[in-house]
Every structure is written in structure tokens, then in C-alpha cells.
């Protein structure tokens, strides 16, 4: 994870100041509804001041009623720009180097340079050492090593190659050893950053369907207050016709106060802010989502499914124990091992000697000083091993390691022993049903068809993991592993990663299987997968979540993808998905009820007058329970309380509120007591203070 | 202040409703289901006869294009007919007082009235309509108004229920068996005992009679109590004479005015239950009930405490202007609370000359979208849709996309929620608005000042609630009202029950998502203190400056000792 970055920056504030005047562009700000309904109002309002003013008559009150509610919007749209800046910044730079790529296009067996913008899909690409990647593709011929830091912010190279698991590669990274050709597989424009960065603009942002529903119901409200505006400009004309005076208490320009202090400015100001800002936290934790649609799901994900492979374990099966046979030593047994292990390339054969060298010092000897001849490991006989001849008459050492099952075949096969006579084996076999219970795989290893013991290995669960899924649990989400292991490897793994639930002997098609059961409870299931077979499944989950270390195949059908090829990433993922409702969730009712108090300064500053006689005030004067002082002071502090807590407000939806993994009902009472109760009185000491204020200054 | 007999009354009158309301419940929400139950054996042989007669195939499941479409053209046929009964009323028998044939737009507005569970009358009934037609429309339509609005609420529970379905029931099953089942038996029930206390039941024509001064007065008579039954327990509200149950005829002593007073809220309070056994949750009856009966009393406490308090201009308290001596004040207040609450309509007191904080209590409760009870069905549905808004703020909050009892709710069932919720808030500001700013609007009212205006307030407040009640003052009979308030109440009636029944056929597609950890749950205290939150934040956002110009005004106003 990136180092959190300063909330404000200086160059971003400035930028958006910029933004904020743009964004008045009608055609912009129709995107905003409750926004966009503010401005109406407020060149309304402007309109008639100028015309007022072209015949000589200049109301202060106005003036400044005219210059707050212009402030609304631009307050409203600062806080989208500097969102929407903040957003930009992170991918600005790799934005810059794709655009600023020379491609070298192959076409007929010959190279041509072309900018990268202009590469299509299926087009091929050569790239070598120090050339940058120009789009997303697959590798199809030849192994290179990648700098991928530019995009994942981690250093060590990563291995690309054709066929097989490895060969994705996303463009913006850099080739440093080697030489590849890539097949394009993404237009420009449908690029992961190219949808990362349309993620955090605006203008191009997909609204998600949970924003879409919230800004129906604040539409509505603004349409349910517009009329109850208008209608109270009739009802008080009712009550006094033909008394002009009177109508001044609804003019217009406080009719169009009255209405942008009751419309949901608040939420509606930052609604788009808080959006853009998750998004760009998820970029924070170096996540990508195809859509902010997949990130309003990971909030509600029930049950999350994970590879083993991959993404609970390291992935590869580990030498972790040498257990010798009676009358063996450890140290013979681990001197054997390795020696059988020498020539076994594979990540099971390494790690038997990088063991035997950590336990006992024994040292990988040269193969070729030791007169030995090396037995590969065939399909067939299940074994490997190693003949040694150290001197010219010595005894030969024929060492083999195998799976019980082979070693069994071997020693009964070439020597006419009862195998159920032979102790030591037996003991092995027993040793080795031990391992497999513990989710082990047992080698055992024969010298001259004496069995010396038994080495353990283990597929080795990831540091760290478990705590992290006692998180999700607290989060409310079970996770499920799901593996090709046999039940009794599996029933290990899982109790050793903290899973609430396991699917052995897994076959894809079970993957999808069980997606499906679940959604059909009407469970919200996240998966996380990284194999080209984890692809059908991955389309199928609610939110699928791709390694980007995985295929491409993979990486098209989820619907985000975590760069930093972390499966606990869902975690932050989940959380991000939370705040984001739960801001909006309790920014809307802080603005709800925010309109109480709006209420109290105002209608009584409209009505007040009503059947006031003489000096007497009105009899709603009753109503101004703030004890505002005059009605234009009461009007202009609801006004500018109203438009100055967008502002304020800010911080809150770029950060969103704090998640606590904790039940809801605990959450919500929180969450109630901040913004209901606090929505309902921090107004009252606000527009009282604003209006104090006012009334010292003497600008009304 | 009030008598203790009288507290012990009220007293009763809630622990009944609080223990009859959850039997009646899961009795409907068995006729709902099309369960067996105690009234089969004699009535599964009707039903079936009916079926048979109608051509009703009980197998058919209707999606919600096709019951909606259902529902809207019987309504149609309801009032056409109810139009037609009424323009031909003189060359119709049981006409003993030859009463002319009434003219088109009240005739209109009568029939849409009755046929939308309203009962607004600008009319009065032993003045303008015949036995026939009191009988055969007015009556007919009490019972199938309310059996539409109990149809709806079936649908939408089920909805709810149903698992990724498609099917809602069947809108003449329902309508049938709800009638047949609950309606009815209830409602016969409820008029020999009514007759019994001296309503009266006759086709014989009115009487006139001599008076203790001497001068002659007409009796009006009828086929009353059938009617009357029916018109407290559907919350139709429609009476049969003029001033309604403030005539003895119609509501002669404090017991048929108890039972008239408790039937008005008792299908209502039940629905609440049978919605509850439907979706299979007890405790969000409760929780839904619990809401209702708080907004309830206290709406009626204040009301009371209004009536009863020291009033300026006569240096007194307990006002009995506009009150019935045989029930005394907080039988009055009780009855104008209950029957506002409920989408009722019938008074047994004129909501005119209550204080003004009384009045707007009653407006109140009619603004808030007739839920507190509300009408038969539509109250409860009215509610769901509060709840839905409720669900949808405070399950934001939590962290999830919001759902009700394990169905997500979304943009689209936003989307008709708030069309529901706004359009009858429009109709009330605006066409108050309208009729403020016409001759034909102001011309009707009786009073000056801010009276006048709740006058105004009321009528349209009453048309979009569906309620029926007036405030009294106003004369509606006029041709702008007419049709204005018919025009109110359709938009009231169907601008909500087609929203619902769109978002009854969104949910019944949906899955139901199981109960988990992050699950909020909608039966808890804290939800209904929520619910009640965002009921009377809403309303009172909408209607404040409203109530402030009206109502509000005229209580300071009073307070100064000036009156209109």
C-alpha cells in the first residue's frame, strides 16, 4: 500500500478552483439535478437583480442572497473537481508515458514504428529490453522479465511468457531483459487505465445504480420543496391581497433561499465527490474496478470464494520435515534426500536441498564430482534418484525418492521381500498417512531398498492470512476455499488459514456450481482467481476479483483487478464499498435534517408579517425560535449555513466515514446519532452563530 | 376536563384494538393465502358458485401488469355505473321521496368518490339520492372500494414473499374472497347490532312530524344501518344522512358510537397482522403497528389537550361547538383522530369548529399520506412506502445496498416510491394554490382569514388522502370543486395504487437475500423510531409552511383574540 497522501495539495486545490468555473457549464451541471436546480434559481434571481438595478434601485439584501447562492455551486462543483483531481493525479503520470509510447508494430515480418494510441486489438508488438509496454496484450512468443512497479508500486521484476499462466501484460510497464511479441488485446480507450482514470472523471463516470436511486429521491425531494415554494408565495398572497408591502416577505430571491436551504444541496453537492473519491482510495490499494457498480456489490459480499492455489498458499509445495526411519538419523536421512534432490529441478526438489542446507548445513555438492548417475522423474515409475559410485570399489548408493505408493511397487518388485514384513516401511507408511492428514504429501526415501524415512512436504499458507480472515468473518463475510486437494489435505489447509468452509477435489465447473448455488439464496458472492479456469467463474460472482499476476483470460472476466496480486485485498475492497454507501447514507439524512432548523429561521422571517398590527409583530414571529434578528438577517445566515457546510463537508466525503467491522445495528446507531441528531441541531447553533455574525457587522 | 368513565372508554377502545387487531389479522392473511378456515363450510360453496357464474378461473396467477389492469377497468365499470344509477335515479323504484336525477359533475364526483374508498360527499344524502341508488351503488361500492384497496395490499405482501416469481394472485379471487369472507360477515354482523341500538333499517318514507314549538319537521328514513356497517369498517366514510354520525339515526347512542369508533380503525389495524403472517414475520406487524398506534396517540392527545385547554375569547375550556352532547368532547376528539388516521371520512363532530391545533392534527394525519392506519389496504401499502424510503436512508447508512425483509430495494422501487409519495402532496399545495387564485376557488369559502384557508387545505388534503371528511364551511358543490376533487382523489387513489403495484412486480422477481450480520433489521425499536423519523420529517418538511399559514396562524391568532 502507497503512503497516504496529503488530503489537500496545493496544485490540486488551485486546478479545481479552476474546474469549479467550468463546471458552470449548463450542460455540466444538468448531471447534478439538486445542483443544477440551485443554479436555475440563482440566475433567476441574478436576472432580476440587474434588472432592478438598470433602474436605479440596488438591494444590498440581495445582492448578497444573489452572491451566496452562487457560491452553493460553485462550492458544490470545487468539491467534484477536487475529487476528480485528486483522482487524476494518480494516474496522470501513467497516462503521460502510455501517450508518449513509440510502439514497434510488426507487420509481415518487418517492424514499424507507430504511436501506441494508435495500436488495435490483435495487432503484434515486439518489445525488448527497456522498451515499455504500449497497451495490454498477451505474450505470445518468447519469456521476458517485466518492471511492473510503474502500476503496482513493486519492485522486483515479474517473469511474462507465452502460453500458460504468465503471459498478460499490461501496458505502461517495462521490459527489462529479454525480448517478447505481444498481441494487443485491448483497443485504446478500453484499457484497465484507461477505465481507471474514466472512473474518476466526472463527465465520463458511469453513475451506479445506487447512486443512480439516491439521486432519484433527491430529485424527488427537490421537486416535492419546489412546490411547496411556489405554493407559499400564493398562500401568504392569500392572506394579505392587496397589501403590497407584504409580498416583499416573498420575493423572489427569498423564495429561491428558501428552496435551496430545503433541497438536499448538502448530499447533492457532494454526491458525485463521494463516488469519485472511492474510487480513487481503491487506486490507493492499487485495485482497479471495471465499474463502480462492482464496488457498491463487494459492500454487500456474503461469501467469498478463493483459489488454494495461488492465493491462500504460496502455491507450491515445500519441503518442511525430514522424518527418519529407525536406526536412521535425521541427518543421514536429510544427506540422502538432498543428494536425490540435486538434479529435480522442480520447486519440490529445491526445496528439499534449500532444507537440508537449513537444518544441517549440508551443502548442494557438484553433481558432476560425484561420479553419480542421476535417475529423472518419469510419469511412469513416480520416482527419482540418484546411483553413486564414490570410489571404484565401494559399495554403490542407489538412493530413490517416491510416493509411498511407487516405493512400495519399487521394493517389492525388483527383490522377492514381503513389503508387509518390512518394519521400516511400514513405520514410513504410517508416518506418511500422519502427513497426509495434516495436509502434507510424504516422499519416502530408500537407500539400496532400505527405507531411510519420510520427508514431508507442504503446500505453505501465506503469512499473515489467517488474522485476515477472522476479519472478514467479523465483517460478516464466510469465506470458502475451494481446491483439487483430497478432503484430508484440504480439512488441513483450511483449518490452518482460518476458511469457515472448503470444497475438495474441486473441479472448475464446481467453482461456478457453487457460485450459483449461492446466488440463488440470494447470497452476494465475491471470487477471487487468477487461472484462465477460474475465468467462468469469475464472470459469475457478483465481484470477481482477478490476480493481476493471473492470465488474461482471468483478467477479462472479473470485474476488478488487484494489482498487487493480494487475495486479502478484499478486505479493502469491502470496506471502501461500505463507506461509500455509508457516506452517502449519512450525508443525505445530515441534509434532511438540516431542513428543521432552515425552516425555523425562515418561515418565520416570511411570515412574521402576517396580521401584524402596527408595531406588534406578527403573531408567527412566535415560530423564530432562534431569535434571529431581522428576517433578512435570518434568511441570509440560512443561506450561508447552507452553502458553507458543503465546504466543510468536503474532508468527510473525500475520506469517507470510518468502517468498523461491527454489526449493524451498532453501526447505525452511530451513524444516527452523528448525522440524524447532529443534522438536526448543528444547524440551529450554526445559522444563530452566522447570524450573530451578520448582525455585529452590520451588513443587512 | 373529562370524566374518568371517559378515560376508562378510551382506555378500552385501545386495548381492543391492540387485542382484537392481531386474530382478525391472521384470519384475513388466511383468506389472503386461500387457506381454510372457521366460515368455509358455509361459504366455500358460494365462493365456488361465484367462480363458476363469473367465469373465474381460480388457477390463473396474474402478473401486476394484468391485476393492475384488472383493478382499474372494474373500478372504471364501478363508476360508470355508479354515474349511470345516479343521472337515472327519478325513473328507478325505491324512490319514495321522488328525488330528481342528480346533475353530472356532483354525480361524477360522487362516483369517483365512492369507487376510490374517499366518500366525499358534496352532497347530501337524504336530500339528493333515492334507497335505489344508496343501496345498489352507494353500498355496493363501499364494499368493492375497500376489497380493491385490502386486493393491493395482498399483492404487495406477497410480493415480498414470493421468491423470484412472477405471479401476484388473482384480482377477483381476491376481490371475492375478501368480500365474501371478511366484508361481509363483518359488516352484518355489525348492522343487527347497530339496529339494535336504534339505527334505523326501513324502505318506508320519511315522516313528518310535529315538534314540541309546533313547527313541522321531515324524518328522514332509509335503509341505514347495511350501509352505515360498511362505511366504518371499509373506511369508506361515506354516511348515509348529511351530517353523517352526528345524526342519531346513524350513530344513536355512545355504544353504536363505541363500535362505529373502533370499527373504523379495526380492518386496518388487522391488515397490519395479516401482512405480517403473510411475509412470515410477526414482529414487523409489531414494529409497523407499534408505529402507527404512537403516531395515533399522540396525535390524539394533542388534540384532546387542544379541545381542552382555556380559551381566550370565551374565558373557558371545552368547547362543545360542533359536538354531540350524547358523546361529549373526547369521544369527539377520539372519533376526529380515528377517523383522519384511518382514510375514513365519517364524523360524529364537525372538524370545522375544532380548536385550531385539533384541526390541524386532523389535517395532519390525512397530510402524512393516510397512514397511520389509513384506509383498508391502502394505509398499510401507504406505509410500506415510508418504509421502503426508510429502509432505503438508514440502509445506506449501514453500509449495504438497502433491502426489506430480504428484497433489495433499488432505483426503479425508488423511483415509484417517491412518484407515490409526491403526487399526493402536489395535489394538496397546488390545488389549494389554484383555488386560492380563482373566484370560482375563493367564493365557496365561509370564512375569512387563515379558516378559510384550512377550509380550503382540508378539502384537497381530504380528495388526495382519500379520506371523504370535510372541514365543513366550504360549499363543494360548485363546478370547480366538483371536478377539481375528483380530479385530487384519482390522482390520490391510483397515483399510488399503480406505483405499488409496479414495485409489487419489480420485488416479486427478486431474490430474498437471507439474514446475515450486516443485515438491518426492520422489526427493532430503533427502526421504528426511524420510520416514525422519516414519516414526520417528510410530512412535516411538506406541509409546514402550510399548517404555519393555516392553522398555525389562526391558533396565535386566537390567542390574541382575534377570530374569523
Redesign the interface.
Known sequence: MREERKLFDKKILAEAAKDSFAKLNPKTLVRNPVIFMVAIGAALASILFSVDLSRGNFSSFNFQIIVWLWFTVFFANFAEAIAEGRGKAQSESLRKQRTSTIARKLVNDHEEKIPAVDLRINDLVVCETGDIIPADGEVVKGIASVDESAITGESAPVIRESGGDRSAITGGTKVISDKIIIRITANPGDTYLDKMISLVENAKRKKT??E???S??L???S???L??V???R??????NSGDASLLNSVSIPILVSLLVC?IPTTIGGLLSAIGISGMDRLLNHNVIAMSGRAV??A??I?VLLLDKTGTITLGNRMATEFVPAPGTTEKYLADAAQLASLADETPEGRSIVVLAKEKFGIRGRNIHELNARFIPFSAQSQMSGVDIQAAENSEERIIRKGSIDAIRKYISEESNLHISSNSDFLFTQMIGVDISLAGGTPLIVVENKKVLGVIQLKDVVKGGIKERFAQLRK??IKTVMITGDNPLTATSIAAEAGVDDFIAEAKPEDKLKKIRDE??????VGMIGDGTNDAPALAQADVGIAMNSGTQAAREAGNMIDLDSNPTKLIEVVEI??????T???L??FS??N??AK?FAI?PAI?AA??AAGPAKG??S??NIMNLSTPQSAILSAVIFNAIIIILLVPLALKGIK?RPE???A???R??LI??IGGLIVPFAGIKLIDVVITMLGII | MFELYELIQVVIFFVLLIVVSPFLGSFIANVANGHKNFLSPVLTKIEQIIYKFCRINPAEEMDWKVYTLSLLFFNLFGMIVLVLLQLLQSYLPLNPMNLPNVELTLAINTAISFVTNTNWQSYGGETTLSYFVQMTGLAVQNFLSAASGIAVMFVIARAIKI?KGNGLGNFWIDLVRITLYVLLPLSILLAIVLVSQGVVQTFSSYTEVTTLEGYKQMIPMGPAASQIAIKQLGTNGGGFFNTNSSFPFENPTPFSNFLEMLSIILIPGALVFAFGKIVGSKRQAWMIFGVMLFLFVISFACSAAAEYSHNNIFQTSGIMEGKETRFGILNSVLWSSATTAASNGSINSMHSSLSPVAGMFALLNIQLGEIIFGGVGSGLYGMLLFIF?TV??????????PEYL?KK???YE??WT??A??LP??VI??F??IA??VNAGLSSIANK??HG?SEILYAFSSAAGNNGSAFAGLNTNTFFYNLMISLGILIGRYGVIIPVMAIAGSLVKK????V??????TD?L?FGI?LT?VIL?VG???F???L??GP??EH??M??G?VF
Open positions: 445504480p445506487n443512480i436511486a439516491l432519484i429521491l430529485s424527488g425531494l421537486i416535492i420543496f412546490f411547496v411556489i405554493t407559499l400564493i398562500f401568504v398572497q392569500y392572506h430545503l457498491e456489490a459492500g454487500d456474503d465483517m460478516g446466488q440463488a439464496n440470494g447470497k452476494m464499498g461500505k463507506q461509500l454507501l455509508m452517502r447514507g449519512s443525505t439524512t434532511i435534517a431542513d428543521v425552516y418561515i411570515t402576517l396580521y403573531p408567527l412566535v415560530l468502517y454489526g449493524a445495528e453501526i447505525l446507531k451513524n444516527i448525522y440524524g | 421468491k424510503l432505503f436512508i438508514v440502509g445506506l447508512m449501514i453500509g449495504r445496498t430480504g430495494i433499488e432505483a425508488i423511483k417517491i412518484i409519495v409526491l402532496g402536489i399545495l397546488l389549494t394554490a386560492l387564485s382569514g387563515p384557508f431474490n430474498i437475500t437471507p446475515s450480520q450486516g443485515t438491518l433489521h427493532s430503533l426511524l423519523g420529517i412535516a418538511l411538506t409546514f409552511p402550510s404555519a399559514v398555525i396562524l396565535f391568532l390567542q390574541r382575534i
